[in-house]
Structures are given as structure tokens and as C-alpha cells.
């Protein structure tokens, strides 16, 4: 394996003869937040998620498409890199891919991106990869902003400094894509072109000549990435002793780093930048203007927290009509079974099981989708990197990388991707940190919970002018945040320790978030909700349901105890009444009875299984007639023996909390596993989230009684 | 730049532009500084400061990056 590997890591210029019977591989490739993505949905017709921050993308994605005289090609879509000595995941996967290195295929030709606004930084990649001689097309993606800010470039001229083919498109408009496939055609046919002249120090060339590969380009790049500890440094450890020879033995005015990078850059703004006019500069731009506000030194946060605060109220209130239109639908659906049906268990089955399990978490689609609305907003539009901007402060101070509100924010989500998106940091460290804290953020599975139990239990609209409701479930966010800052201080100091990384925050502009993109987010979540309703949260409803329908109560006894009185006594003998019970005693000091307990139990394969079962549970039996009542309304009726209620605001608290703190996800821990390649880790978050939000639900409960209330 | 006492970015007032003379610090960190465009010769000043009090933002080659000022304090500036 590492032979091969050797082979490929020095054999990149030496290309064989096409192959002509497998499809040629065109990599698009760029730094971050150019608009791959965009372009590679364009012209693949894909619909990948795109958003305005850097490192969306995080995994390669390829698509094959006809090209005419051709054949089939293979698009691949690349995670973003500033440049080739990039080191984080996702910037692997793109060098990776480039380089044909780790099992990817090298390219026939690639697609190098520039940010047609950014160039005097943006070119500084593209000059590596033409360096390397591959065929290269260079794209200057972004050309409508660039007509709009006035710049000007002269694309001949560019292309013949750069001894490379140069077009300009718009991804966003679709100006020029139409030319873009043909002319990577072309190139698939082109004869060798020579590399850019970039005029290197002697004592550079002499290094790299040093090094006795078969080509410069990679020489410098070797010069500049191979060191010790790194990945290339295992893979071929003589050629990392000649490059630590080689940089030893430098010597020139400067660091042999800054000669090679300041070379290139040397001849991008000699020769190369004269070919970019910027014809209005100066004058302050929009998005300079919008930062002058959002990221106000002094109010700058105090705005960042009221639009959270809005935000979630909105949630809530905005959401509230749309919930009481499902709900009613359901409940519609329920009493037509119940009416079309013949009594007995398949009536009870449909509309007990069935209807009421999947139907309780279905209500919550108007609200998963305007959480996904305003998460897609703020990401497209620029406003989630100023929230890593101001919270960068915060994050440091527990020993998280600056790049982790990123994830931690997605983690409102969901977690699953989040934790995918971990990838964007470099060190193993931060990035296993972020993964052990970010299913702490409240994602959007326990929203459900929180809206089923928040509406049931406290008082709806302003109390004295306090919305109760919209500050709860606000405070539930911020109570989230805060147990994942203790938690990765913790964690940062004890099991995972190590030094802080600097942060490098790229602030996009500002753009008008793209109606596809945000309905992409949201289609995309909801597809994933529903999936979710119809094949987990369903299998575990109909598990939920027989475990609590069986043993089926004889009729003659049934008749004996009366129809309320059986179904309370049907449910408490049936297998999952006799399981709850049986964890009830460690449950009961957290205020929960047996009832929650059987929620508890399903809600541990996913969250949003707790609604649904306690659908179930209220469900069997209940009086189900012309009063047909909802699930909050039964909750708030549901009472111990001695009649007292069982939900008490404490009581909803505590299981508020411990639903924020345990780790109930099958699909993050799955997550966790890939990503980490380890059991340890999941098992680790599951013990000590669970362990947590016991421990907090206790204190809770007890502190709560202790003070007399509940 | 042989004052032991060169300016860096973190002192440099806000709003001014600087000329980048070299950069300091670990060799990854550095390199990445240098790959984004902090080589010698660049232009590059201080917009504003985070509410917070870090991290700093600043402008370089008509792009927006944010930096902490433990790192600004590596870059060595001139006028
Ligand atoms: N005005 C304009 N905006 C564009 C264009 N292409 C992409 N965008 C926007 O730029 C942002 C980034 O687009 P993406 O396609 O996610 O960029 P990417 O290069 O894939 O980003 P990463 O995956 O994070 O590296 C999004 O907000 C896009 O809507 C374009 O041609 N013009
Ligand atoms: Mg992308």
C-alpha cells in the first residue's frame, strides 16, 4: 500500500496515455467560498447545498455528464482550499483529489476557480496548479459582482501571462456557463503548455532541484508541505529527509516559506494584477456599511442577541397557527378511522398507533421548517460568519477553535451534519472537542419536545408583558450554549487538552440570500424529519404500541373494571408499562413516573420518538369520542393517583433539561463513530451526556422541591 | 525591521494602512498567513475590533479576514 502510495506521491507529472475507456475526470477546484458548488450544481445540475461561508462543502461529490465529442466525463466537486499545503480535512480532500493521492484518480483536467472580486488573493491557487502543468482552465466565477463593483479585467491579457485559457462566468446568473463544459473539452485534448514564469529566488531553485523530482512544481510543493509529522513524512520518508536537508542547507534572504510564497505573489501583482482595472475603489462598500451596524464594537452583540431572541419567539408564535391546523387534521384523520373502522385491535392500531404516534410528531413540521427558514438565511447571507466573529472571544476563552461556532450553530439543526462539519479544523484535537460538545446545541429533534411540553405547562401569550413561552424555550438555547462552553472547558482541560489554534475567519460579503439555496436547507431538513416520521419514528412507534397493547385484557375483565379504569390497568400491565415501572426508581428522583419513563426509553433511539410515544401512552384507552382532545390537553389533565398533576411546571423543567443534556440519537453517535473511526468516542458521549443530564435533572427536580415549588 | 521594537498590526491604529514586512510565529501558522497574502510589500490595515474586545478585523488585498491580536502582534508592519 505505502509503495503505491510512494509512486503517486512523486509520480504526478509523468501522466500515462488517455485512457480511453474510462470517463475523464475533471476536478473543480478553488479557495473557499468562490462558488464551486454553485457551478458544479449548474453545470451537473445537481442541487448540493451551497452558503455564503467558507467550508460548506466539506466531501467530494461527483457527477458524470455527456459531453458532445467527448464521452462521459466525471465532474467532481471539491471542498475549498487556499492553497496546496492546506491541512485540514477537507482541504486534504481537495490536494488529495488534485494530486491524485489516497485512492483518488489523478484529473485529466480541472476546473480552478478564482473569485473574479478577490484576485490578488485568489490567484495565488490557481498559479499552484498551473504550475503543475495538468490541463487547466482558469474560471473567474463571481462576474456579475465583479461588473458591479467595477472591476474591470482583461481577460487576453490574463490569459496570456498566465499561459493558461481564462473565461469569466457567473454562477449566479448563469453568464458563461454554457461555454465552460466545451471548452474543458478542449482542454482534455490540449498539447502541453509551459508553467507560469514566476521569477524564484536562485537559492529557491537550487533547493528544490535538490530534492531530484520529476518536476519542479512539486518539488516546491514539497518544499513547502512536507515536514515532520505530516502525513507525507510516513509515506515517504526519504523524500522528507531530503526536504529537511534541503531547507536546512537554504540559503537566501529570507525563510525558504516566504521566498517560494513571495515569488508567486511577486508575480501576481507585477504581472498579473495590471490586468484587473478597479475602476470605482476607495468609496466604502455595502457590505462595509452592513458590518458598520451588525458588528458594532459596542452594540454589536446586544443586536446579535436581540435577533436571537426575536428569532426564537418567532419560532414559536409564527409557527403556532400552522400547528393548530395539523393538529386538527390529524386529530380529523384519527376519529374518521376511528368512524370507517370496525371496533377492536386494527381500529386501535390505525388510530392509537399510527395516526396518534406519527401524526404527534408531524405537527411539528411548520416549525422545523421556519427554524430551517432563518438558519438558512443568516448562512446565505453572510451573518453566520459575523457570528463566529463575535463569538470568537467567547469560544477561546474554553479552549475551542474559532471555527467551531460553525458546527456548534448547524448543531441547532442537527447534529449529524455538524458534527460532519467539524472537518473545516485542522487538529484532531479541536475538531474531536467540538464533536463531544456539539449534540449539547439544541437541535431541532427536541423541539418538538419542548413545543409539546412548553404549551402544555406554562401560560401562553405576554404574562404581564414577559412572553413566558418564547423566553423559555430562548433560555433553553442559552442554557444549551452554556453547558457546551462548561463542557468543552472541561473536556478541553481534562480528556482532550491542548493549546488554543489561531483562528483565520474569512468575512464573505454580504449577499442576498438565494430563495433556491434557503429552500434547499429547508427542503432538504425536511425531507430528513420526514424520512425520519415515516420509517424510525414510525418502526418505533409500532414497537411502542404493541409493547404497550399487549398483553391484550380479557373482555370479561375489561367489562368488570369499566372502560377508564380497564384502559388504565390495560396499560400499566402491558409490557411497556411493566418496563417503565421497572425503571421508574431511577427516574422518579427527576420527578418523572413511569409514563415519561416509557418515553424516555423510546426517545433514546431519537428524540422526536418521545412525542410520538406519549401519544401512544395518552392515546390507549383514553376516551376518545366527540371530546377528541390533543396531546397537550391531556398532558396537562394527566394526574397521579392521589390527584395531584403529574406535569408540574418543575416536573416539565427537569424533563426540559434532561432532554437538553442526554445524548437520545442513534444517528449522531453513528456520526460520531464514522468521523472519529473509533468506539471509544461515541460511547464516551453517550455516557457522559446521559450521566449529565441525570445528575442536572436531579438537582433540578430536588433543588425545585426543596424550594417548595412543584 | 531590525528595531527590536518594529510596529506590529496589533498596535497599528484603526483605519490606517500598513506595508507588511514579515510575519512571525509557528512555521503552519505562518505559512498559511503567507499563502493568504501577508508576504512582504502587501498593504494591509486594522477596520475594527470585535465587541468583544478580540478578535480584530482586518482588510488585505480587498478581502475581509479576522485574526486574534495575540497573532496581529506577530505581524511586523512599516508605514
Ligand atoms: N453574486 C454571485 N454570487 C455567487 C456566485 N457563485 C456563487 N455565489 C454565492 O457565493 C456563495 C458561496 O457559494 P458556494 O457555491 O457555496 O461556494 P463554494 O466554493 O462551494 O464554497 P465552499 O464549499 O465553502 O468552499 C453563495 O452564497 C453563492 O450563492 C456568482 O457567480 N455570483
Ligand atoms: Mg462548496
Not at chain 1, 69 to 88: A, C, N
Amino acid at each position: 500500500m505505502s509503495g503505491a502510495e510512494n509512486r503517486v506521491l512523486v509520480g504526478l507529472p509523468r501522466r500515462g496515455p488517455p485512457v480511453q475507456d474510462r470517463p475523464r475526470r475533471v476536478v473543480v477546484l478553488g479557495p473557499p467560498n468562490t462558488g464551486k458548488t454553485s457551478l458544479f450544481n449548474r453545470l451537473a445540475g445537481t442541487n448540493l447545498r451551497v452558503g455564503n461561508y467558507p467550508g460548506v462543502t466539506v466531501e467530494g461529490t461527483s457527477a458524470r455528464i455527456d459531453l458532445p465529442h467527448v464521452g462521459p466525463i466525471d465532474l467532481v466537486d471539491l471542498p475549498g482550499t487556499y492553497s496546496l499545503s492546506g491541512r485540514s480535512g477537507e482541504e486534504r480532500i481537495a490536494v488529495d483529489a488534485l494530486l491524485g493521492r489516497n485512492g483518488h484518480a489523478l484529473p485529466d483536467a480541472v476546473l480552478v476557480l478564482c473569485d473574479a472580486t478577490h484576485l490578488e488573493h485568489n490567484l495565488y491557487l490557481a498559479l499552484q496548479v498551473l504550475e503543475l502543468s495538468v490541463p487547466t482552465l482558469v474560471v473567474l466565477n463571481m462576474a456579475d459582482e465583479a461588473t458591479r463593483q467595477g472591476v474591470d479585467i482583461d481577460l487576453a491579457a490574463l490569459s496570456e501571462r498566465l499561459g493558461a485559457p481564462v473565461v469569466a462566468v457567473s454562477a449566479r446568473t448563469g453568464q458563461g456557463v454554457d461555454d465552460l463544459l466545451p471548452r474543458a473539452a478542449g482542454l482534455l485534448r490540449a498539447a502541453e503548455r509551459a508553467a507560469p514564469p514566476i521569477a524564484y529566488p536562485p537559492a529557491v531553485i537550487e533547493a528544490a532541484d535538490s530534492l531530484d523530482l520529476p518536476h519542479r512544481a512539486l518539488a516546491l510543493w514539497a518544499l513547502l508541505s512536507v515536514e515532520a509529522g505530516s502525513e507525507e513524512e510516513t509515506e515517504d520518508p526519504a523524500l522528507a529527509a531530503r526536504v529537511e536537508a534541503a531547507r536546512a542547507g537554504f540559503d537566501g534572504e529570507e525563510d525558504i516559506d516566504a521566498a517560494i510564497v513571495g515569488a508567486r505573489y511577486g508575480f501576481i501583482d507585477r504581472d498579473l494584477m495590471p490586468c484587473v482595472v478597479r475602476s470605482r475603489s476607495g468609496g466604502r462598500s455595502l457590505t462595509d456599511r452592513i458590518d458598520a451596524v451588525l458588528v458594532h464594537p459596542a452594540w454589536g452583540f446586544l443586536l446579535f442577541l436581540v435577533i436571537m431572541t426575536v428569532l426564537f419567539q418567532g419560532l414559536f408564535s409564527w409557527s403556532d397557527p400552522a400547528i393548530g391546523v395539523v393538529e386538527s387534521l390529524i386529530g380529523a384523520l384519527a376519529d374518521g378511522t376511528r368512524a370507517v373502522l370496525p371496533d377492536g385491535i386494527v381500529e386501535d392500531f390505525v388510530a392509537d398507533g399510527l395516526i396518534a404516534g406519527v401524526g404527534s410528531v408531524l405537527v411539528f413540521l411548520p416549525q422545523i421548517l421556519l427554524l430551517f427558514l432563518l438558519i438558512g438565511l443568516m448562512e446565505d447571507s453572510g451573518y453566520m460568519a459575523r457570528i463566529a466573529f463575535l463569538m470568537d472571544r467567547i469560544m477561546k476563552s474554553v479552549g475551542l477553535h474559532g471555527r467551531a461556532f460553525v458546527p456548534m450553530l448547524s448543531g441547532f439543526a442537527c447534529a449529524v451534519p455538524a458534527v460532519l462539519a467539524t472537518r473545516t479544523m485542522e487538529r484532531r484535537r479541536d475538531r474531536f472537542l467540538t464533536m463531544m460538545v456539539v449534540p449539547l446545541t439544541l437541535c431541532s429533534a427536541r423541539l418538538p419536545v419542548y413545543t409539546l411540553l412548553i404549551a402544555a405547562l406554562y401560560p401562553a401569550g405576554d404574562q404581564g408583558n414577559v412572553p413566558v413561552q418564547g423566553l423559555l424555550l430562548a433560555g433553553m438555547y442559552v442554557f444549551s450554549i452554556a453547558v457546551a462552553l462548561v463542557a468543552a472547558a472541561v473536556l478541553g482541560r481534562t480528556v482532550l487538552k491542548g493549546r488554543n489554534e489561531p483562528l483565520l475567519l474569512e468575512l464573505p460579503p454580504y449577499r442576498l440570500p438565494r430563495l433556491n439555496t434557503v429552500w434547499r436547507m429547508m427542503w432538504d431538513r425536511t425531507r430528513i424529519f420526514l424520512t425520519e416520521a415515516g420509517t424510525v419514528i414510525l418502526a418505533c412507534t409500532i414497537i411502542l404500541w404493541a409493547l404497550l397493547a399487549f398483553p391484550r385484557m380479557s373482555e370479561e375483565r375489561a367489562e368488570a373494571l369499566g372502560p377508564q379504569e380497564a384502559a388504565a390497568v390495560s396499560l400499566q400491565e402491558s409490557y411497556g408499562g411493566r418496563l417503565g415501572q421497572a425503571i421508574e426508581p431511577a427516574i422518579a428522583p427527576l420527578g418523572f413516573d413511569w409514563k415519561i419513563g416509557v418515553g424516555l426509553i423510546g426517545a433514546f433511539a431519537a428524540r422526536e420518538v418521545f412525542v410520538a410515544t406519549m401519544g401512544v401512552v395518552y392515546g390507549v384507552g383514553g376516551d376518545v369520542d366527540e371530546t377528541s382532545t390533543t396531546l397537550r390537553e391531556k398532558i396537562r389533565a394527566e394526574a397521579h393517583a392521589d390527584g395531584r398533576p403529574v406535569y408540574t411546571p418543575l416536573v416539565g423543567f427537569s424533563l426540559m433539561v434532561f432532554f437538553a443534556l442526554a445524548c437520545q440519537c442513534m444517528s449522531t453517535l453513528a456520526a460520531v463513530k464514522r468521523e472519529t473511526r473509533s468506539y471509544r468516542w461515541p460511547v464516551f458521549l453517550f455516557v457522559y451526556m446521559t450521566a449529565l443530564a441525570w445528575l442536572c435533572s436531579f438537582a433540578i427536580y430536588q433543588g425545585g422541591r426543596a424550594m417548595g415549588l412543584g | 525591521m531590525d528595531l527590536p521594537t518594529a510596529e506590529t498590526l496589533l498596535g497599528s491604529p484603526q483605519g490606517e494602512w500598513r506595508t507588511v514586512l514579515g510575519v512571525r510565529g509557528e512555521r503552519a501558522f505562518r505559512r498559511r498567513l503567507l499563502e493568504l497574502g501577508f508576504v512582504a510589500g502587501t498593504r494591509v490595515r486594522v477596520v475594527g475590533v470585535a465587541p468583544l474586545g478580540d478578535p480584530l478585523k482586518l482588510e488585505i488585498r480587498h478581502g475581509n479576514l479576522s485574526l486574534r491580536k495575540a497573532e496581529a502582534a506577530g505581524i511586523e508592519v512599516g508605514p
